[in-house]
């Protein structure tokens, strides 16, 4: 027998003898990497994951998007018009520019919101009672009513939202953000996305891509459910040793593969994907065990409710994600467009509201208490807002051109409002933040410039907010 042959066995003998399985040598193997990441500055030959500095010093380290999609009305959520109550059912003043709409009623009448509303916190923050939870929390918020977009529709709006344009093509800001500044923690996905629901979120898979620049900064979807990583689990018939030998020739086969291919980011991104879900198999099942947290916390977060247990639990992945260095975590809710409520906006949005208000408060809350609110930025939103004008009698056609989305956290100043629309929640006219301004804000916070964060593509500098975009300062200054 060669030594080789006695070396390997020995081993094999030891890793039973120890029980320490499969996951004690990915322990090893992780606390290796960091003691070699600690002897080497320059971490980018070894991943191009790994943490980078940023541009400036930065208020949040990372990103919560609650993503509600198909455009909440911000006239019957945070944005109260009582213009709007004494010219329900009439059409549209002729001091109104006629606005483009989705569906075309713009001669429609205007819909009252029966919403009742209610100044919440300190500063008096203006919240209808479809969000009695979120109410609780407006000293840490910081809302903009005076967001606009140019996506129209939900394919447009959604993409805007994600990518800065609403044509196909760009970045996502995820992705973006986990170019710029890579991940605290290799062992786990740098940017996650979890929706609420099995259905399919407008665009798919390209709000989260990353289109030009390397597949590796893409968003890794994480399932709804008993089971949010698939696949994580090696076969109890598969030994240790058997899977790393697999995943080394793998590596080769795949590294020869792509250094004739290397116009083809994706060859790396599978390559990083394998090494990756390697490094899970330590690392990810306990950050996905919300058995580890006390029944006080789940029920705050609504996971006791039927109503609210799914994004509940969505909310509390999200916590457990970022505590652990996770970059980036974007949540859907009403995956589907559910959000969109071009009839029936009264039950609609009351369902929706229902499904989310307590578990956004828990977020926040939850985050706070445990000191993460201050390093965490939580931003709430759609693709765009709700037309005071009525659709079919009891709905509300897409408002691109004045809605509000609200941002928490990360060094953002809470207890006040920016911005505003006109007396009807039409158009914005008061410090008006264009998608461009709420990306440029978002990186800003993370300590990243807009322009100078850049990607060379096809021998031209690519910027994620196209050269465009401020930093809406009020937000940490009041």
Known sequence: MSNQTQQHINRRQLLFQAGAGFGGIALNALMAQQAQ???????????????????FPATAKSV???????????????????????????????????????MGEVNSPLLASKRKWKQHGEAGTWVSDWLPHTATCVDDIAVLRGCWTNGINHAGGVCQMNTCIPLAGRPSLGSWVTY??????????????????????????????????????????????????????????????????????????????????????ELDARIESYELAFRMQAAAPEAVDLSQETKETQ????????????????????????????????????????????????KRHASLCKGMDKCVAG?????????????TLVVWGGEFGRTPMSEKGDGRDHNPTG??????????????????????GLYAVEDRMHVRDIHTSIYHLLGLNNL??????????????????EFMKKLVTG
Not at 43 to 50: I, T
Not at 81 to 87: A, G, I, R, V
Not at 406 to 424: C, P, S
């Open 64 to 102: 919560i998007f609650l993503f509600m999609e198909g455009g909440p009305s911000h006239i019957d959520l945070f944005d109260p018009k009582p213009e709007l109550q004494k010219l329900a059912g009439k059409p549209l003043p002729e001091s109104f520019k006629k606005p483009i709409t989705a």
């Open 299 to 346: 029920e705050l977060y609504g996971m006791d409710q039927k109503e609210t247990k799914v994004y509940g639990t969505n909310c509390l992945l999200a916590r457990r994600m970022v505590e652990r260095g996770v970059r980036f975590v974007q949540l859907y809710n009403g995956a589907g467009s559910k959000w969109d409520s071009h009839s029936s906006i009264e």
């Open 180 to 265: 710029g500044l890579g991940t605290e923690n290799e062992s786990l996905p740098a940017f996650v996305v979890i929706q609420d629901n099995n259905g399919t979120v407008v665009n798919g898979p390209r709000n989260w891509g990353t289109a030009f620049i390397p597949a590796v900064y893409q968003g890794t979807r994480l399932n709804t459910g008993k089971t949010p990583i698939s696949n994580l689990y090696r076969p109890e018939d598969i030994f240790p040793t058997q899977e790393a030998g697999k995943l080394d020739l793998l590596a080769k086969l795949n590294q020869r593969h792509a250094a004739s291919r290397k116009q083809q980011s």
């Open 452 to 469: 100078k964060l850049e990607y060379r593509h096809k021998g031209s500098p690519e910027r994620p907010t196209l050269n465009e975009g």
């Open 37 to 55: 990441s600690a002897a080497i500055p320059d971490r980018k030959s070894l991943s191009p994951l790994a943490s980078k500095q940023t541009h």
């Open 403 to 424: 809605f509000t989305m609200w941002m928490a956290g990360g060094g953002v100043k809470g207890g006040q409002t920016i911005g505003g629309t006109d007396e009807l």
């Open 363 to 375: 977020l926040l809350k939850d985050l706070k208490q445990r000191g993460l609110l201050d390093s």
